[in-house]
């Protein structure tokens, strides 16, 4: 078998040249079925991290209003919008949380430990945002003595409290103009004195819902499809994506974090994109663009619930994140339409068969 004439460089169907050694003929509709499995990914990955239970982008939000008698031995704030509660107690004083059965829940003592009531049923019940984490054991009676158990040493503790969200993933009815939903209350004893920690929960309009991951993600498509994607856009892309990862990490305690995929898929989008900076080779370039048009099609997959709802952990009402999370998905879904089309645009050369001795 050898190349005859000019058939060396010709495929079946077109008279484009092509190198021999590069993708066969029939992988030439190939990218079709890829492109239809990141769709299918991308639909149905959970947009939850692997975590015990991390706060998640929600409708509603829940504010502290006061603390009643008022008093600055403690500090207490909503943590992750309105999942975790978090308390801060100053060093030479001492607050007791009361739980859900009006049995002692939690403790910081005058030295700053933090101690957890093994025995109280609102430690099964807050391990989990929905109180589906644990069985409160049969045998618990509420007059029972409590069983410290110290956790912490910084005067401080953070914890689900189911009196300050709502406890059902459906919408809640509002009792007022200002989405008012409830007001909460949480029972302490500060430095021994009755305390009331009293605060209200709210609930607003989602945004748009799936229309900002259709309409922006199309038009960023119509804007870039015609032309030819330059990396710079995916570099610039993935730091952006990159950078409001780290924003959100880090901006919440470590017990109310999400895993950080949207960093490392930001960061191995950003590589990939400097890579095909870097190289030269028509088809390399094509084929590690299309993977950093992956990375970040599949973050905002994974990540698609910050988009469609009002607000995110530790940001709050962030509208940049639902800018920067729809245009990455366009730039990301252009990236692999161009890469594919330049890998597999043009069929192999046929070899045909010689008769000659």
Do not use: C
């Amino acid at each position: 078998m050898r190349l005859v004439g000019s058939a060396a460089f010709k495929a079946v169907e077109t008279s484009e040249p092509r190198l021999a050694g590069s993708i066969p003929v029939h992988l030439r509709q190939s990218w079709k079925l890829f492109l239809l499995a990141i769709v299918g990914f991308w639909l149905f990955s959970p947009a939850t991290g692997a975590h015990a239970d991390p706060a998640q982008p929600g409708n509603t939000r829940s504010v502290v209003q006061e603390v009643t008698p008022a008093t600055t031995a403690i500090e207490v704030s909503i943590v992750g919008v309105d999942a975790f509660v978090k308390m801060k107690v100053q060093l030479g004083h001492s607050a007791e949380v009361i739980g859900y059965d009006e049995e002692p829940y939690l403790l910081i003592d005058e030295k700053g430990r933090v101690f957890e009531n093994s025995w109280s049923p609102t430690v099964f019940i807050n391990k989990t945002r929905y109180g589906s984490g644990g069985a409160v054991p049969t045998e618990y009676v509420s007059t029972d003595a409590p069983t410290w158990r110290q956790i912490a040493s910084n005067s401080e503790a953070i914890w689900h409290d189911h009196r300050v969200h709502w406890m059902s993933p459906l919408k809640p009815a509002v009792i007022n103009s200002d989405g008012l939903v409830q007001e909460w209350l949480i029972d302490m004893k500060v430095d021994g004195v009755t305390t009331a920690v009293e605060g209200s929960l709210y609930v607003e309009d989602a945004p748009g819902s799936w229309w900002w991951l259709l309409v922006v993600p199309a038009a960023a498509v119509a804007l870039l499809l015609g032309n030819r994607l330059r990396k710079a856009d995916l570099v610039v892309m993935s730091i952006a994506v990159t950078t409001l990862g780290i924003l959100q990490f880090f901006s919440l305690p470590s017990v109310a974090r999400d895993t950080p995929s949207l960093i490392a898929l930001g960061v191995v989008g950003l590589l990939l994109a400097l890579v095909a900076m870097a190289l030269r080779g028509e088809e390399f370039v094509a084929a590690v663009s299309t993977a950093s048009g992956i990375a970040l099609v599949v973050a905002v997959g994974l990540h698609r619930n910050q988009v469609i709802h009002r607000f995110v952990p530790g940001m709050g009402d962030a509208w940049y994140v639902r800018i920067i999370l729809p245009v990455a998905l366009g730039i990301g879904a252009v990236a692999i339409w161009h890469g594919l089309n330049a890998l597999l645009r043009v069929p192999q050369p046929v070899v045909r068969e010689s008769n000659e001795t």
